[in-house]
T-cell receptor, first 111, second 112 residues
Framework: QKEVEQDPGPLSVPEGAIVSLNCTYS??????FMWYRQYSRKGPELLMY????GNKEDGRFTAQVDKSSKYISLFIRDSQPSDSATYLC???????????FGGGTRVLVKP | DAMVIQNPRYQVTQFGKPVTLSCSQT?????MYWYQQKSSQAPKLLFH???????NEADTPDNFQSRRPNTSFCFLDIRSPGLGDAAMYLC???????????FGPGTRLTVL
C-alpha cells in the first residue's frame, strides 16, 4: 500500500463547476500538506500549503486537512479551462523533510 | 523571473551515452533536490543536498550521480542511460523555513 493515495482521474468537469480533489494517507506523522499544480511538460507549482488540520482559502482554491481521518482535499471554485492540469498532493512530517507525493489527479475543465 | 532554471529543457541521448543535466537557482537556498518523474507518476526523489552535504536515496541507481560545485548550481550525471531512464528530471530548492519546495520547469530526457 502506498503511503499517499490519490485517484489518477481523469476528472472532467464543465467550466464553472467545482472541482473536488482528495488524497488519503497512512503515516500519522505527516504535519505539512501541500497541493501542487503541474501543467503538461512543466514542473510542479505550489498552490496551497497547510500545516496540521483545518481549512485554508486562497482565491478560488480551498484546502482542507482532516488529520483524524488522514484525508486532505482541494476544492477549486468557478473552474476555468486554464485549471486543466495534473494536481499533486504532497506531505511531510516536519519542515525540511523530504516530500511524499500522491500520484496526481489529471483534471480537465471543458469550456 | 525564473527562480529555478533547468537546462536543457529537452535532452536526447543515445543508449549508454553519458548525459549531464543542470540546475541553477537564484534564491540562495541551501537545500536542492533532484527528482525523476515518469509519465503519469509522482516525482521520485533521487538525492538531495543540504549545502554540500550529499544525501542519496537508498533506491537511486548507481548510474545516477550528482555534483554541487556551489550554492547556485547542481548537476545530475547519468553515466550510462538506459531506455528506462527516459523521464522528466526535476530540480527543486527549499526556502529557509524548509517547508516550501520550488520546482524548476524540468528537463525531459529521451533515450534512443
Amino acid at each position: 500500500q502506498k503511503e499517499v493515495e490519490q485517484d489518477p482521474g481523469p476528472l472532467s468537469v464543465p467550466e464553472g463547476a467545482i472541482v473536488s480533489l482528495n488524497c488519503t494517507y497512512s503515516n500519522s506523522a505527516f504535519q505539512y500538506f501541500m497541493w501542487y499544480r503541474q501543467y503538461s511538460r512543466k514542473g510542479p507549482e505550489l498552490l496551497m500549503y497547510t500545516y496540521s488540520s483545518g481549512n485554508k482559502e486562497d482565491g478560488r482554491f480551498t484546502a482542507q486537512v482532516d488529520k483524524s481521518s488522514k484525508y486532505i482535499s482541494l476544492f477549486i471554485r468557478d473552474s476555468q479551462p486554464s485549471d486543466s492540469a495534473t494536481y499533486l498532493c504532497a506531505m511531510q512530517p516536519a519542515a525540511g523533510n523530504k516530500l511524499t507525493f500522491g500520484g496526481g489527479t489529471r483534471v480537465l475543465v471543458k469550456p | 523571473d525564473a527562480m529555478v532554471i533547468q537546462n536543457p529543457r529537452y535532452q536526447v541521448t543515445q543508449f549508454g551515452k553519458p548525459v549531464t543535466l543542470s540546475c541553477s537557482q537564484t534564491l540562495n537556498h541551501n537545500v536542492m533536490y533532484w527528482y525523476q518523474q515518469k509519465s503519469s507518476q509522482a516525482p521520485k526523489l533521487l538525492f538531495h543536498y543540504y549545502d554540500k552535504d550529499f544525501n542519496n536515496e537508498a533506491d537511486t541507481p548507481d548510474n545516477f550521480q550528482s555534483r554541487r560545485p556551489n550554492t547556485s548550481f547542481c548537476f545530475l550525471d547519468i553515466r550510462s542511460p538506459g531506455l528506462g531512464d527516459a523521464a522528466m528530471y526535476l530540480c527543486a530548492t527549499v526556502d529557509g523555513l524548509g517547508d516550501t519546495q520550488y520546482f524548476g520547469p524540468g528537463t525531459r530526457l529521451t533515450v534512443l
